[in-house]
């Protein structure tokens, strides 16, 4: 899990890519049909295995759960400290900017893992914190058809879960989707469930309630927000049977009670 980066001049005075190097994917395999791939993202320097663990005892026996580990980086954050993130991140705030390059990478690679899925298994993406973040940024993608670097989105989501993150990119969304009727038709039709903890002293509550209203405000209609009343930056049982109620809802799977 080793990060690079290379600032080599090309032709132009712009700095090469950077390599980002994913972590270990852990998988859980369906215990039953399988109907539905879910990539499930992990926050700020956690690893896969942590959340394939948790959700091998979800009760969805249709799914087929991805667990990726995101690629160690300097977080601006942690003052340049090394740990496991998405993209890299200066502060949870509106102000802060985004770290547009990061947040492909790891859109791209999320989107890639789903890419050999079969045909007839429907696809989404969640994820905690940061994770939840990416997930957010993925279906903004999804909508938009393209990546923030203009590359085209290749993947037809189907649902997207996000508990206790934020929406990167909030300012720019609306007019980017309200100049596409593809991308408007597209944001109203995809499924979106944000849960927030009222009492996160990580990622504040409001932050996640402005993230929610931003993507409604540029035409995400599907969208649920649910409060937590006193959870702070962590996930309850309660939390996660309304995500598994939800995802079987929407995601059609049989013999899960909606």
Known sequence: MSYQQHFSMGSGSRPARRNFEFGRTYVVRPKGKHQATIVWLHGLGDNGSSWSQ???????PNIK?????????????????????????????????????????????IANLLSTEPADVKVAIGGFSMGAATAIYSATC?????????????????????LSGWLPGSRSLRSKVEGSHEAARRAASLPIFLCHGTSDDVVPYNYGEKSAHSLNTAGFRNLIFKSYEGLGHYTVPKEMDEVRNWLAARLGLEGSRS
């Open 54 to 60: 948790l959700l091998e005892n979800l009760p969805l």
């Open 65 to 109: 759960w991805i667990c990726p580990t995101a690629p160690t980086r300097p977080v601006a954050l942690l003052g340049g400290f090394p740990c496991t993130a998405w993209s890299d991140v200066g502060e949870i705030s509106e102000d802060s900017p985004d770290d547009w390059e990061g947040l492909d990478a790891s859109a791209a690679h």
């Open 142 to 162: 999804a909508a938009l058809g393209q990546y923030g670097n203009g590359n085209a989105y290749p993947i037809n989501l189907r649902a997207v879960v996000g």
